[in-house]
């Protein structure tokens, strides 16, 4: 293994030399008010697990209602209390309210939190090469802020008019009108106040990303050499800083409208025996303000799980990512059209139709980038050498549900076909294959894979296999047959198809997907039980367990604050040179033991001048100039 | 009886997990002095190839599945077309479902049969293969031409359909509420009257103004009729929240917005007894569907749409037309303003009553 041996010994930063001298930080400020990115990432983590705990569990309660309507929920009473009526069954207006919480807590708190939030922070420091975010203080509000909106959206679930019921996207005027629904009451208040903070702490936490990417790359970090998780997080954090000031700015009309008497969504209104005073405003316009962050919310959510994906799976394969620059010129791309194609969310409320076409053209325009990185992650696995840990597996089923969802978004991006299909089951098929379920993946791969550098231990590598499993195909078996639910042209949130001769169908279909959700979900526990007790149980990992070539992977097996105990290392080289070819004139002087021997990855930190033996020609000509930038091998 | 299956499923799967967890630790305990941490990359675990062959075993059976389910069923979820546009959006429907299938099977081919093919063996090499300038342009090409086909046979469609609807259109108001629909008709006049939402109340419950003298002969009806081979212009309307106007066989759906009247135009090609004949079903009925969350009674919001035979409609009509909503509510004369009334009288088909109770009054107070 002579290329990890390589070290740098001089560094032309000495600013930045010294900073072995630790000094013992108390409990609070080191695992509770921390400033440590490592930390913050990891609080993210575990908060993000609790709500998709959360999360995931109310889905079962209102499947259980959807697959089986006739049985008793009398069992839940102990946890649901006067939300089971009198007949033992589910209330109605509940089923709303957990569809509704459900959404949120997903699209929010797990897979936007959750996964952006625990891995911008975790991996931007270690594989840009800086001790830590520009503002360590501002990342740490960042994270009590996500926690205070944690607490005020948790409380809002045992209040006594129960929580937010609108549908995650609170259309008014259904949010605005206690009279319309009880959980447009106090639970809509808190969910306005929830989401506030949240936006608080992604923009604090995004702020910090963008600068840091920008400001704190380490000697020899171009954006040219940057891994894709950098570029993909980067990108999120600008889509994030231009789309949730604009939720805000949707939130507070609405709290406007709510308590304020304003008039800003609501018109003509008659209600509960009376007509409102509310005149001139427009509901539509709370749909474009909140579409306006509500498309470019699904590729922040998407966007950092391709990018986790696109690491494991070049790493994983022992191959460089496939077309590394096509890749981030697609999520560029990706990035400019998520802001032009939030009306496809509209195009039966009533929207001009012209509109329409516009937002047509273009949505199935964001499907040609998409494509290309399907089609990219498909070449990197062609003649690879595919190792298929738990990380791998993951992104391989990531990929395989970014298409499959992926595919049907051409259905519901064309407009004509969207008029059949919008609000049904289809819809819900969709974006749970390609934002949900495929963002999830990514969730758990990059836990799985950065679980070494987190916590210094290995996670078992079957369960997480088995885990793989029984997630990927109980996923499929959850969301695949609810297209043919959707085509046959159920709606969405309703609480039960029975009212409809239409939707007499399908029953044992319903049943089926309740089953494989509760089976799904089940299996997360191996991965609860996997992910808690490695961390304390778990085999001691190695510093590069996977054979890696970013920058975290040259820490100590346990980082402390500031990462790198030395000099923080310089980079040479793109993070993708797996299994670059050695030359035939210095492969013919090894003897076959040597041979097999060889290293199949070059870390970033290893200058072309110690890689004659596999330079391409243009690298040679790098290598030359690279000696006068002070880096010297170190024979071990 | 199902609590105890769910119960079972849950306790099979602890099992399950507990067994697995215990075979693996086992194993670990086993393989102890070979496992210590001085190795320096994960060592890849002699399952590796299993991963991969269970990839391969996932779509065969999966394309199975697919396949068998989606072509057995395929008359239970696609429901019979009733309307014009409904059958060149559902061929456009079929032309995207041929392509997204076609790639989707092919893209997991590839997938998973790389993942085969491809996986670890201790002496092979990956292939340094960075990129493909060829490749990838062939692939931003031809989704991009796929997809401008799609488009543009999408909005030549979506143009007409959203486009005016023609002149001879039966026109019917259509209000949603919290939770059932009203449907308003035109009456003789042809045209209906306007409305305000500050008129509304229990009866008049679509606001209807009668200021205004298009309304005098408009009339209620319980139910949408609406005849065959014509088009027919809904007018939609929305009184408390957003709900939306929606039927899976005439592959319409509009919402009904406060504030903001909506519309969508149709032609129904199958009458309700054709339909009753067709599906075997003597009890089938249109049903209007309320497509977006309204609250609490949302799954209930259903509404009747019954498609008659063009002479069966003209009948219908020509007896609904008299019962106006003033001759059924005839108090409501009195919020028409008084230059108006006679008219109103006229026009709502109040004649006659008012008359036979002038006579009758007249002879009551002469004895």
Redesign the interface.
């Known amino acids: 293994?002579s290329v990890?041996d390589i070290q740098l010994q001089e560094d032309l930063d000495h600013h930045d030399d010294h900073h072995d001298e630790h000094h013992e930080l108390g409990f609070v400020s080191k695992y509770i008010f921390s400033t440590d990115h490592k930390t913050i990432g990891k609080q993210f983590l575990i908060t993000g697990i609790l709500w998709a705990i959360i999360g995931g569990g109310l889905s079962l309660i209102f499947r259980l209602q959807l697959g089986?309507p006739e049985?008793?929920l009398e069992?839940l009473r102990p946890v649901l209390g006067k939300w089971i009526t009198e007949g033992g069954k589910l209330d109605?207006?509940f089923y709303?309210a957990l569809v509704t919480m459900h959404g949120t807590i997903m699209v929010f708190f797990v897979l936007t939190a959750g996964l952006s939030g625990t891995f911008s922070n975790f991996l931007i420091p270690l594989q840009i090469g800086a001790r830590d975010m520009a503002s360590g203080f501002m990342n740490m509000l960042s994270y009590w802020f996500f926690f205070a909106s944690s607490v005020v959206m948790f409380i809002s679930l045992f209040i006594e008019t129960g929580p937010a019921a609108?549908?995650w996207t609170v259309?008014p005027?259904?949010s605005a009108?206690p009279q319309?629904?009880q959980g447009s009451g106090l639970g809509m208040t808190l969910w306005l106040v929830s989401m506030a903070l949240f936006i608080a702490s992604t923009l604090l936490g995004g702020i910090n990303y963008i600068t840091t990417v920008i400001n704190l790359r380490t000697a020899g970090m171009s954006f040219a050499r940057m891994p894709l998780t950098i570029w993909a997080f980067f990108i999120t954090a600008i889509l994030g800083l231009l789309s949730f000031p604009v939720l805000l700015s949707a939130a507070l009309l609405l709290i406007f409208d709510r308590s304020f008497g304003t008039s800003f969504y609501?018109?003509?209104?008659?209600?509960a025996?009376e007509?409102l005073p509310n005149?001139?405003?427009?509901?539509?316009l709370y749909q474009h303000l909140f579409w306006f962050l509500g498309h470019p919310e699904v590729y922040i959510i998407i966007l950092p799980a391709l990018g986790i994906t696109s690491e494991i799976i070049a790493t994983n394969?022992?191959?460089?990512?496939?077309?590394?620059?096509?890749m981030i010129g697609s999520m560029l791309g990706i990035g400019f059209l998520s802001f032009i194609v939030w009306a496809h969310h509209m195009f039966?409320?009533?929207m001009n139709?012209f509109l329409?076409?516009v937002f047509?053209?273009l949505t199935?325009?964001i499907?040609?980038p998409s494509?290309?990185k399907?089609?990219?992650?498909?070449?990197t696995?062609?003649?690879?050498?595919?190792?298929?840990?738990p990380a791998m597996?993951f992104s391989?089923g990531l990929?395989?549900f970014f298409?499959?969802g992926g595919?049907?978004g051409?259905?519901l991006g064309?407009?004509?076909?969207d008029?059949?299909l919008?609000?049904?089951y289809f819809v819900v098929a969709h974006f749970h294959l390609v934002m949900g379920s495929a963002a999830f993946f990514g969730l758990v791969a990059g836990v799985y894979h950065w679980f070494p550098k987190m916590f210094g231990r290995?996670m078992?590598?079957?369960?997480g296999?088995?885990h793989f499993?029984l997630s990927?195909?109980g996923i499929?078996l959850v969301f695949?047959p609810l297209h043919?639910?959707g085509?046959?042209?159920f709606?969405r949130?309703?609480?039960?198809?029975t009212?409809?001769?239409?939707f007499s169908?399908?029953g044992d279909l319903n049943a089926f997907v309740t089953?494989a959700a509760?089976?799904t979900f089940?299996?997360q526990?191996?991965f609860l039980?996997n992910f808690f007790y490695s961390i304390y149980r778990g085999?001691?990992?190695?510093?590069?367990?996977?054979?890696s070539n970013t920058l975290e992977w040259t820490t100590p097996r346990n980082p402390g604050h500031g990462n790198w105990t030395g000099a923080i290392p310089k980079v040479f080289r793109w993070p993708?040179d797996?299994?670059?070819?050695y030359k035939p004139e210095y492969l013919a002087k090894l003897s076959e033991e040597e041979k097999?021997n060889l290293s199949?990855f070059i870390p970033q930190t290893v200058p072309y001048s110690d890689t004659p033996e596999s330079n391409l020609e243009h690298e040679d000509e790098i290598a030359k100039t690279e000696k006068d930038t002070g880096a010297v091998k170190v024979e071990a | 009886m199902?609590?105890l299956i769910?119960i079972v499923?849950?306790v099979l799967?602890?099992a399950v997990?507990f067994t697995?967890?215990r075979?693996?630790a086992l194993v670990?305990i086993a393989r102890k002095s070979k496992?210590q941490?001085d190795?320096?990359?994960?060592e890849?675990?002699k399952?590796?190839k299993w991963?991969?062959l269970?990839?391969v075993l996932?779509i065969v059976i999966?394309f199975a599945a697919?396949f068998y389910?989606?072509i057995k069923?395929s008359n239970?979820?696609?429901?019979p077309i009733s309307s014009d546009h409904?059958v060149i959006?559902e061929d456009?429907?079929s032309i995207?479902?041929y392509?997204?299938v076609f790639?989707?099977v092919m893209?997991?081919i590839?997938?998973?049969g790389?993942?085969w093919k491809?996986?670890?063996?201790k002496?092979?090499?990956?292939?340094?293969?960075?990129?493909?300038n060829k490749?990838?342009l062939i692939?931003?090409v031809v989704?991009?031409i796929v997809?401008a086909v799609?488009?543009i046979s999408?909005?030549k469609?979506?143009?007409k359909?959203?486009?005016p609807a023609p002149e001879e259109s039966e026109i019917v108001e259509i209000m949603g509420?919290?939770y059932a629909w009203a449907f308003r008709y035109p009456g003789k006049d042809g045209m209906l009257g306007g409305y305000d939402?500050?008129l509304?109340?229990?009866i008049n419950s679509v606001?209807i103004d009668l200021a205004d003298q298009n309304a005098h002969d408009d009339f209620m009806a319980s139910q949408l009729i609406i005849p065959k081979g014509q088009p027919v212009h809904l007018k939609?309307r929305g009184?408390?929240?957003?709900h939306?106007v929606?039927n899976?066989?005439f592959?319409?759906?509009?919402?009904a917005?406060?504030?903001?009247p909506?519309r969508f135009w149709f032609v129904p090609t199958k009458s309700t007894n054709e339909m009753r004949e067709l599906t075997g079903?003597p009890?089938?009925?249109y049903?209007l569907?309320?497509?977006?969350?309204?609250?609490?009674?949302?799954?209930?919001m259903?509404g009747i749409i019954t498609v008659l035979e063009p002479d069966e409609y003209d009948e219908w009509y020509k007896e609904s037309q008299e019962n106006t909503f003033l001759k059924q509510n005839p108090s409501y004369i009195s919020k028409v303003p008084s230059h108006l009334k006679e008219a109103a009288k006229i026009a709502a088909g109040l004649e006659n009553i008012s008359e036979k109770q002038t006579v009758s009054t007249a002879y009551s107070s002469s004895k």
């Open positions: 293994m990890t089986f049985m008793d069992w109605a207006e709303l609108g549908g259309y005027p259904l009108l319309a629904i609501l018109s003509e209104i008659f209600i025996g007509a005149m001139g405003g427009s509901p539509i394969a022992r191959k460089p990512i496939f077309g590394y620059k096509a039966v409320t009533g139709p329409g076409s047509t053209i199935l325009v499907a040609v494509a290309i399907a089609f990219n992650y498909i070449t696995l062609w003649k690879g050498n595919i190792v298929f840990t597996l391989i990929v395989s298409i499959s595919l049907t051409l259905f064309n407009s004509v076909l008029i059949n919008h609000d049904t290995m078992d590598d079957r369960l296999k088995l499993w990927f195909v499929y695949f043919y639910i085509i046959a042209g709606p949130r309703y609480y039960s198809f009212s409809f001769e239409t169908i399908y089953i509760i089976l089940s299996a526990f191996i039980f085999k001691l990992a190695p510093a590069n367990p996977w054979g993708y797996y299994s670059k070819p097999a199949d | 199902l609590s769910i499923a849950a799967i602890l997990i697995a967890y075979v693996t670990d496992n941490d190795k320096s990359v994960y890849v675990p399952d590796n991963h991969g269970l990839g996932f999966g697919f389910f989606s069923e239970v979820y696609n429901l409904g959006v456009l429907f995207t479902m392509i997204t790639v989707f893209t997991h590839f997938l998973f790389f993942g491809y996986r670890h063996k002496k092979k090499q990956a292939t340094y293969y960075p990129h493909n490749l990838e692939w931003t989704p991009a997809l799609l488009i999408g909005l469609e979506w143009n359909i959203t486009g509420y919290q939402f500050r509304m109340d229990a606001g939609i009184r408390d929240v957003i939306s929606y899976p066989h592959r319409i759906q509009m919402n917005v406060p504030g903001m909506t079903n009890d089938f009925n049903e569907v309320c497509n977006k969350i309204c609250g609490k009674g949302h799954y209930s259903k």
